[in-house]
């Protein structure tokens, strides 16, 4: 961690450039930061919006993870920032036009975690697909459910339904089609003849759609008004039955109480959601018993990996601005 006073101002070397890193990053980036800068590193930052705010008062660049909101009194306390680094992708943390406003710019670690989220994405595609690797207590305690087991799907010759198409989105669609996948892809920002379509052999379809026509639908897109529960109970019902939904991009577009009610009803055949609507989950009895779901913590794009990747790309970007 870089020097603190007792006052919580992080105490200059002269000539140096103040970076604060308010998350978790990658011990060889901050070490990379600290050639250039006095860094101070400390993860719990994010948790201590009073000391955050006074420590950052005198940075020249902020470096966070999805938790830290820079908006309001975080972003009023940036009167010296020029810079701040995002180690991930998702913007949905930053008030992109407060930072403008006050020339401050953002750089995203773009395309750095993509192959982690794309194996996640694949990964759990095949084990909700074939729906017998929950077994072990019951094998282990001497049951042998072979019967009840024997009826999972191959991901091979299945369709994938991708809402979005930047780098993941296409990343995954890679993926899929080594194992014999078809893809279809929505994406309002891309026209219907974009060669991109046709360079990864990925048919641009409407978003009705892809609902309907996917085994498997994945979601890459960001959390804007135009986005937030666009996967309503309306548009679950106009999927494929038994079809599986992983979401891995931002919670608010999905609406979780529907897709307990989707499984519970086979109406979705598995789901598997990384991202939620508020983070951490609470309590969410929703969730109790429903079959062929997988929960997991926003770790999607978090792998050795990728931190190694992230942390790297964002440390250089940073440095780069700063000049």
């Not at 993860?43 to 909101?69: F, G, H, M, S, Y």
């Not at 009023?76 to 401050?104: H, M, P, T, Y």
């Not at 997988?294 to 440390?315: C, D, F, W, Y």
Request: glycine share 10%.
């Amino acid at each position: 961690m870089g020097r603190i006073t007792s006052s919580g101002q992080c105490r200059r070397k002269e000539g140096f450039l103040n970076i604060v890193v308010t998350e978790f990053m990658d011990a060889p980036a901050v070490d990379r930061l600290r050639e250039k800068a006095d860094v101070t590193y400390d993860p719990k930052l994010v948790d201590d919006l009073p000391r955050l705010c006074e420590v950052a008062a005198t940075c020249d660049a902020l470096i966070v993870r999805n938790r830290t909101q820079v908006r309001g009194e975080l972003l009023a306390s940036l009167k010296q920032c020029k810079v701040v680094g995002r180690l991930g992708v998702g913007l949905d943390n930053i008030d992109l036009a407060g930072c403008e406003q006050q020339g401050i710019q953002v750089f995203p670690a773009t395309g750095a975690n993509a192959n982690s989220v794309a194996e996640y994405v694949i990964a759990t595609a095949m084990v909700l697909l074939r729906g017998s690797y929950a077994s072990s207590a019951a094998v282990a305690a001497g049951e042998w459910p072979r019967d009840a087991l024997s009826k999972g799907r191959e991901i091979s010759g299945k369709t994938l339904g991708l809402l979005g198409f930047g780098s993941i989105g296409q990343l995954t669609a890679r993926l899929a089609k080594a194992l014999g996948m078809s893809v279809l892809a929505f994406d309002p920002a891309l026209a219907h003849d974009d060669p991109l379509f046709a360079k990864l052999g990925v048919a641009p379809a409407a978003l009705d759609n892809v609902l309907a026509q996917g085994d498997v639908l994945s979601l890459h897109m960001p959390l804007l008004e135009s986005t937030r529960n666009l996967l309503n109970a309306t548009r679950i019902q106009a999927m494929r039955p038994g079809a599986i939904l992983i979401n891995t991009a931002r919670g608010g577009i999905v609406d979780e109480a529907a897709v307990a009610s989707a499984l519970r009803s086979g109406q979705l055949g598995g789901a598997a959601l990384d991202v939620f609507d508020v983070e951490p989950l609470a309590l969410a009895p929703h969730f109790q018993g429903c079959p062929n779901l997988i929960l997991t913590p926003h770790t999607a794009g978090l792998t050795t990996e990728s931190n190694q990747r992230v942390s790297s790309l964002v440390a250089e970007k940073v440095l780069a601005a700063l000049g």
